[in-house]
């Protein structure tokens, strides 16, 4: 009896680390939402010590090559990214932690410096109401495999915003910016960007569902308006402090002259952020799973060497 509650529980743990929270989203539905835009001159390192680089492993053979979103260092072993860059979007499915790694300490995309840190995933986070098709709740976590030394020279986690952002301030994104020939850029970007009112968003552009979970900006500068596709996760900072974190753009939407972006508000998903945070040092699946499978592998090889024994009997 023993024996089988062992079995039984070592499964449930195996199966708990590959297993990912379920989104919500319609096949049927086109997706017409489009990448934030950032561009800009070269931002300096104290514009952006969060910064982070998330990647896919199997695609960053060559350091850098694997970039396919922006974060933010938000404390020693938390980055603060969008929902969608944890799901494989060609199949609209989650992906698993060991398929991700996330690179800080440097701007260039490319260079691996003694202050460069790279780290696995341990678990990510989204959720549950997070919707693939409108991008609601757009905002995830990813748990870091190796802690950040709090005096690292190089990066430093952000404090977020947990207050409502006043219309119509300015604040700054960064991030790794598509060029005129569609390659990424080699260095981190900084674009300036202008709070909207909301209403002003949901009067410009019918199409889409503009909710208290958003902001809405728009960039500042002629340069930056150019619509290429960018960083989805990039952070907006305003005062030193991270307000929401690039979604969407509206640029095929909007009536406005100005290209419109749509941030998620980090102030709106504090319960949520919170939460997961308290619980940052109690859920490391990856732990969990691979000793539910090493001892499951050992039940196996046991009960296999019963049968062999059996079978020469």
């Given amino acids: 009896m023993i024996r089988k509650f062992c079995r039984i529980f070592c499964v449930v743990f195996l199966i708990a680390d590959f297993q990912s929270s ?129 005096k690292h020279s190089t990066i430093r986690p952000i404090e977020l915003n947990w207050k409502i952002t006043d219309n119509y301030v300015r604040g700054s994104v960064t ?23 909301r209403n002003n968003c949901k009067h410009n552009v019918e199409q889409l569902l503009i909710t208290k979970r958003m902001i809405c900006g728009r960039y500042m500068r002629e340069m930056d308006k150019r619509i290429y596709q960018s960083d989805v996760g990039a952070p907006l900072v305003i005062a030193g402090k991270q307000i929401g974190l690039a979604s969407i753009t509206m640029s095929n939407y909007s009536t406005l002259s100005d290209k419109l972006v749509i941030y998620t508000d980090v102030a709106y998903h504090k319960e949520w952020i919170w939460t997961e945070l308290r619980d940052e040092n109690n859920n490391d699946s990856s732990v969990w799973g691979l000793l539910g499978f090493l001892i499951l592998t050992w039940f196996a090889f046991r009960e296999k060497q019963k049968l062999s024994f059996r079978l020469c009997l």
Wanted: proline share 5%; glycine share 6%.
């Fill in 22 to 150: 379920q989104s919500q989203f319609d096949n049927n539905r086109k997706n017409h939402l489009i990448p934030s835009n950032i561009n800009g001159p070269l931002s300096l390192p104290d514009d952006a010590l969060h910064q982070a680089s998330i990647r896919l492993i199997n695609k960053d053979i060559t350091f850098g090559e694997g970039h396919i979103c922006s974060g933010s260092l938000i404390s020693t072993r938390v980055v603060l990214t969008a929902a969608r860059c944890l799901f494989n979007l060609d199949f609209k499915t989650p992906r698993h932690p060991s398929e991700l790694i996330v690179v800080m300490g440097t701007s260039d995309r490319y260079q691996r410096t003694l202050d460069t840190v790279t780290s696995g995933i341990t678990h990510i986070r989204y959720p549950t109401s997070f919707d693939l098709e409108s991008m609601r709740d757009d905002i995830g976590l990813l748990f870091l495999s190796r802690e950040i030394p709090e």
């Fill in 175 to 197: 991030g790794w910016d598509l060029s005129k020939n569609g390659d990424l850029s080699r260095q981190l970007l900084i674009a300036n960007v202008s709070i909207l009112d």
